[in-house]
């Protein structure tokens, strides 16, 4: 300031000096009289002083008539209802419930494979075959022993229908077929397990075993075959979302690795609650018509849990808290023609939060213009100018 007002003297000093003393200053360096040169300086001093002191009068005059002059400048927003879709964020793995190892029900040499890696098949489809041990000619004999009981048995029964012979001959016919019939069927079964089929319909993704090779009836693995069409997303709950969390509930699939976001909804909620980590299971079904989606891949989920068709939402940096733990902000109230105001304390209660913004329950009408850029610095009941008023409060 002191500068400043330097500068501005020496102006008014050279301003104010008519054509005939516009080079007094410069006679008297001219004329290199120490005398002459003090005296013209003590005349510019003289003159600046009274300068100052009529700048002085000047200045504070303007601060009785400058009302502006200490109202802060802040910036405001409306306070406007909105819909706010409230997420619970948790992480998942992708599964399937069709993908399985493929294991023997037959002990024996794997004589053929009929199919490759990566080939789909067919649901009950012929996978591989196993040698049966000579099952094939145990099941021709038997089948003969059968047919001869057969023709025995109904022999035997036209004869007991027209009274003929004694009953206990038609019941050991009778019982030697019914036996000679549950023996093929046995066989028939055992022979059933030498064939490997697809359990279900699928891509094979592994061969696992080689032709040739001896396998072991429920130990030795054979193939994987998987189908991604029915793939879904299993992630774990913490049980206090049990009543927020349901089937139904529209949910954000984030796939970090393929830079992909399907939306998509809960499926399935378990009834049972885990005790050693007090969560429950949900599924999530997942679309997966491009196959690009595997299983145990991980994904991110955002959970719709709680929403508000009419909530008013503010950013968290513009709430303050008193001594008795109470939120409050400010509100601009009586704002005249010239954008001014009265900032006004209003305590609030808040709800759920979201990123930067939280959801103001109590305290906020629908319209009111809050407090943005310096609302931690003015006080109840001062006056302020509103320098911007955005609308867009996350701005």
């Known amino acids: ?26 006679k008297a360096l001219e004329s290199n009289d120490l005398e002459t040169i003090r005296k013209k300086r003590a005349e510019l001093v003289d003159q600046q002083q009274v300068l100052h002191d009529k700048i002085m009068l000047l200045d504070e005059k303007i601060s009785v008539l400058d009302t502006t002059k200490n109202v802060p400048l802040v910036t405001a927003f409306k306070a406007t209802p909105e819909e706010f879709n409230h997420v619970l964020e948790l992480q998942g793995n992708v599964t399937t419930k069709d993908l399985m190892v493929i ?31 000579g099952l094939s000619q ?49 066989i028939q079964q055992q022979i059933s397990k030498t064939i490997v089929k697809a359990p279900f319909s699928g891509k094979i993704d592994a061969i696992i075993t080689e032709q040739g090779s001896v396998v072991v009836a429920g130990q030795t693995q054979l193939m994987q075959i998987v189908n991604l069409d029915n793939m879904y997303i ?16 529209n949910v954000e699939v984030i796939f970090p690795i393929l830079g ?4 998509t909804k809960v499926r399935q909620i378990s009834n049972v609650i885990n005790p050693s980590n007090r969560t429950f299971k949900a599924e999530i079904a997942i679309p997966n018509k491009e196959r690009d989606i595997k299983p145990n891949l991980t994904a991110r ?14 950013p968290q940096s513009i709430i303050s808290e008193n001594a008795e733990g109470e939120q409050y902000v400010y509100v601009v109230k009586d704002k005249n023609d010239r954008n001014q105001g009265t900032a006004t304390r209003v305590i609030i209660k808040t709800g759920r939060t979201q990123g930067d913004l939280i959801e103001v329950l109590e305290g906020i009408e629908n319209s009111a213009e809050l407090i943005q850029e310096g609302a931690r610095s003015v006080k109840d009941g001062q006056t302020v100018e509103i320098l911007i008023l955005d609308n867009q409060q996350n701005d």
């Open 103 to 133: 294991t023997p029900e037959y002990n024996g040499i794997l004589t053929n494979v009929y199919v490759k890696e990566g080939q789909w098949v067919s649901k009950g489809q012929t996978l591989a075959k196993i040698d049966d041990g």
């Open 301 to 314: 989920l955002k959970i719709n849990d709680y929403t508000n068709k009419e909530a008013i939402l503010i």
């Open 1 to 26: 300031m002191k500068y400043i007002l330097t500068i501005l003297t020496l102006s008014i000093l050279l301003t104010s000096c008519g054509d005939g003393k516009k080079n007094t200053v410069e």
């Open 138 to 186: 145990q099941l021709a004999q038997q089948q003969i022993q059968k047919d001869l009981a057969q023709t025995t048995f109904e022999r035997q029964k036209r004869l007991w229908d027209q009274k003929i012979g004694s009953e206990i001959q038609f019941l050991q016919a009778k019982s030697n077929y019914e036996g000679q019939v549950e023996a093929v069927n046995q």
């Open 260 to 263: 992909k976001t399907i939306n």
């Open 234 to 249: 299993e992630t774990e709950v913490p049980e206090r979302h049990l009543n927020t969390i349901t089937v139904g509930k």
